[in-house]
């Protein structure tokens, strides 16, 4: 009998989808004992939604012609003190008034709709704008921490280690409130800078000992052929041991920067409308609570989904010279 | 070309310092070719790699083509472009294909225009027998290929003197000819070399100069023929009988 058999796999796969089917039984059973209410409905307007400018008469006077445009209609008003007419344009289903009604100063005559951008796609914009920024400086940061880290210079080497064990010590929450609350009074910093300013010192410390240890795993025998050659330390580093080191740590650097879109929720707290933010604010107009904190969640496994995507794309670049 | 005095280097690690290099004086002359051979951990590798600075000294003098490494006054990148250097592992910069490892240092050390390098490096890859592998990275080529690229890439820089760390050393055996071939076109062509090695067979034919090292000292300096045949030092002589 050969020692590799064919395994049978149908079985498991019939018992993952037997979980997953419990576990969606389970949620809509309990949402049934909570008697909760489910109005997905409700959601899509908080990504775009028609805006309605009501179009009021600047002058009173009469109503004196509509002329119907097809969806738009244009109404001209006769002014009450002689003058000019004013014409307005309003969408013709909007329409609130007839030929000859009177109209005082700041009467609706219709309105004209356009989309706009509802708050969670706003939000969901905000966190991604803002984590890009902050994953950019904290890249950097990181970039030149890691190099100092590994400096002979022990004054270089110190400061490092301190700033990566201050950030890696406390909670980002607790570094938000205290580079809002303290930094941003003292520099009289806006709220978005003082985020960003959290967010991207945090990151820059993880991605300092990733960077660290992507270096220290280049083989030593790498540094010396360089050397060798002629090459100084500092085009040694540029062209030789970082470009490698990088490419290493490339997986590390993505989940760092898939945890910096999800920790950048915590900036909510300093009043800056991101994704959670908003989900929060939506909450208390629509009461869809379920509906609008799934599709909070949906969205950042989106982000973070399509950044890993990308991610794993260029690795697989870097990967010809393997 | 390669004059040392007195050279001292201790590694002081846990434990007691060992002293690697223990007082060593000797010189190479231009176009000569000097063997170093001697147990493992005698101190030869270590040695080797003072002659560039890549270990730094404790004590000595080391004077490449009449510049004092250890002068505070040396710039010590300007002096490792005159001495290449090859390795065990050959340490290729895997990154980069064959062509770019050989014109990299010539572009950005010795500021070439990419024209001027690329020649070079074409030239040198023919030489070494190896110009079809050029768009290759290092991965794809065999340990005595990616050696003789290490050697195109260390000739590039255009250099008097070339120190071989035990070249063949991580070859498979049908592999080490290949670079010990052109090892030996290159000691023909006049090029003042210093090699660490385990090939005696190359020691004998190529070498004018065999120095035996033992515990961070040499024990002996002799042509191979003398060597080979009746070496003074029972260390030596207890050596020899273990590998040949």
């Not at chain 1, 109404?75 to 014409?87: E, F, K, L, M």
């Not at chain 2, 434990?15 to 290099?21: E, T």
């Amino acid at each position: 009998m050969p020692l590799k058999r064919p395994s049978v796999q149908w079985p498991w796969h019939g018992l993952l989808a037997l979980i997953l089917l419990g576990l969606a039984i389970g949620l809509w059973v309990a949402t049934k004992r909570v008697n909760y209410e489910w109005r997905w409905a409700r959601v899509p307007q908080y990504f775009f939604y028609q805006a309605e400018d009501t179009q009021a008469a600047p002058v009173a006077g009469t109503i004196n012609k509509i002329n119907p445009n097809g969806a738009y209609s244009q109404v001209d008003i006769t002014p009450a003190n002689g003058g000019q007419a004013v014409s307005l344009t309003v969408e013709t289903d909007t329409l609130k008034v007839k030929i000859g009604d009177p109209v005082a100063e700041g009467d609706g005559i219709g309105a004209q709709r356009h989309w706009k951008i509802g708050p969670l796609s706003w939000g969901l914009w905000v966190t991604i704008w803002i984590s890009f920024v902050s994953g950019l400086i904290g890249l950097f940061i990181g970039l030149i921490t890691g190099l100092c880290r590994l400096s002979p210079n022990p004054a270089l080497r110190g400061l490092a280690v301190f700033y990566i064990e201050l950030i890696r010590g406390t909670p980002l929450l607790v570094q938000i409130f205290i580079f809002y609350f303290f930094i941003g009074t003292v520099l009289n910093l806006d709220r978005i800078v003082a985020g960003i300013g959290a967010l991207a010192l945090f990151v820059g410390a993880y991605t300092a000992e990733i960077i660290r240890a992507g270096i220290q795993s280049i083989a030593k025998g790498q540094t010396e052929a360089a050397r060798s050659l002629g090459m100084t330390a500092a085009q040694t580093m540029t062209h030789i041991v970082l470009p490698q080191a990088l490419k290493r740590v490339l997986p590390p650097l993505a989940g760092q920067f898939i945890s910096l879109i999800k920790d950048s929720s915590l900036v909510s707290v300093i009043a800056i409308t991101d994704l959670t933010k908003s989900g929060r604010e939506i909450i208390t107009s629509s009461f869809a609570t379920f509906e609008i904190w799934f599709t909070v969640a949906l969205l950042y496994l989106v982000v973070t989904s399509l950044l890993s995507q990308l991610l794993f794309w260029l690795e697989r670049r870097f990967a010809r010279s393997d | 070309m390669i004059k040392v005095n007195n050279l001292v280097k201790v590694f002081s690690g846990r434990g007691k310092p060992i002293r690697a290099v223990d007082n060593v004086s000797t010189q190479v002359s231009k176009g000569e070719v000097v063997v170093i051979i001697g147990p493992s951990g005698s101190g030869k590798s270590t040695f080797l790699r003072c002659l560039n600075g890549l270990e730094a000294f404790d004590d000595g003098q080391v004077i490449i083509d009449g510049v004092d490494l250890g002068d505070s006054k040396t710039n010590i990148n300007i002096v490792r472009r005159e001495v290449g250097m090859v390795f065990q592992h050959f340490n290729l910069f895997p990154h980069k294909t064959v062509f770019e490892n050989v014109t990299l240092a010539q572009r950005i050390v010795r500021k070439r225009t990419a024209a001027e390098a690329d020649a070079k490096a074409m030239a040198l890859l023919n030489k070494v027998g190896i110009a079809e592998k050029a768009p290759e990275y290092p991965s794809r080529l065999s340990g005595g290929q990616q050696q003789r690229v290490a050697i195109a890439r260390a000739l590039a820089m255009d250099p008097k003197v070339m120190l071989f760390d035990e070249p063949t050393s991580a070859l498979d055996p049908e592999m080490v000819g290949e670079v010990l071939d052109v090892m030996q076109q290159l000691a023909r062509e006049g090029m003042t070399m210093a090699v660490v090695t385990h090939e005696m067979g190359f020691a004998r034919e190529v070498a004018q100069r065999v120095l035996f090292m033992d515990a961070g000292k040499i024990l002996e300096d002799a042509p191979p023929a003398e060597f080979f045949t009746a070496p003074k030092e029972p260390r030596a002589r207890a050596f020899l009988k273990q590998v040949l």
